[in-house]
């Protein structure tokens, strides 16, 4: 069964650096979303993505973060200048056009950011 | 408005027994109402969702139940196992106007745990 797929499962960051969180969405889907999963806490919406533009993205999403789908395969996540309150799990999540309501997650990267 | 309120957050049933998770929203606006079920160290995966213009659906063992005047749902685990142990989140989407990705809107989460 296609999945959504994510590298890497664990990041480690010192405050202040940059990281991308990589995505690849399941083959046919052409709806991309971030979320991301503070520990114990609940899931939250960042960003969606549709026909190469943002399509939707939360107060979460401030200009630290950015997004970028550079091939056909791969959807990107960029924090610019990473904060310790930036700790958490981030989830890729894909839909198909014809039922794209319905959003297929990932496994997670954890990030910490020490 | 943009809430999605869950309640318990955490519920423990014995084996057999019905599991019942309820949800509240307030945008009116919301047209699609899933339910994630996530293990620990997983993705939250897609277990049943329901649209407004039915009351109920059913999933096998899972059933949701919608009462769009209440701006209430709900989901029943028939014949709770073990194995549906995890934590269950509702979530809400829908009301842009034109095409696009919505995100969804998550709850808080609720703890089950199904006592053998």
């Known amino acids: 069964e296609p999945e959504v797929t994510q590298t890497p499962s664990h990041q480690v960051t010192q405050m202040g650096q940059e990281v991308i969180l990589r995505c690849v969405p399941i083959s046919n889907h052409l709806y991309f979303y971030w979320y991301r999963q503070i520990l114990g806490q609940k899931v939250e919406f960042l960003v969606s993505f549709y026909n190469n533009e943002i399509s939707e993205k939360s107060e979460i999403f401030d200009d630290q973060f950015s997004v970028e789908r550079p091939d056909g395969s791969n959807f990107t996540l960029k924090i610019r200048s990473t904060k310790l309150e930036d700790s958490a799990m981030y989830f890729c999540?894909?839909?198909?056009?014809?039922?794209?309501?319905?959003?297929?997650f990932g496994p997670g990267t954890r990030l910490t950011v020490l | 408005q943009q809430q999605v309120k869950q309640s318990p957050q955490s519920l423990i049933v014995q084996k057999g027994g019905i599991s019942i998770i309820n949800c509240a929203y307030e945008n009116t606006a919301f047209d699609y109402f899933p339910w994630y079920q996530q293990f620990p160290g997983k993705g939250p995966a897609l277990l049943i969702a329901?649209?407004?213009?039915?009351s109920e659906k059913k999933e096998g063992r899972f059933t949701i139940s919608f009462n769009k005047s209440a701006k209430q749902f709900s989901l029943h685990i028939m014949d709770s196992q073990p194995g549906d142990s995890a934590t269950y989140f509702c979530?809400?989407?829908?009301?842009?106007?034109?095409?696009?990705?919505?995100?969804?809107?998550f709850g808080k989460g609720t703890h089950l745990i199904i006592q053998p």
């Open positions: 999540a894909s839909s198909d056009p014809g039922v794209k309501y319905e959003q297929f």
């Open positions: 329901i649209r407004p213009d039915v």
């Open positions: 979530a809400a989407s829908g009301g842009r106007a034109g095409g696009g990705a919505d995100g969804l809107t």
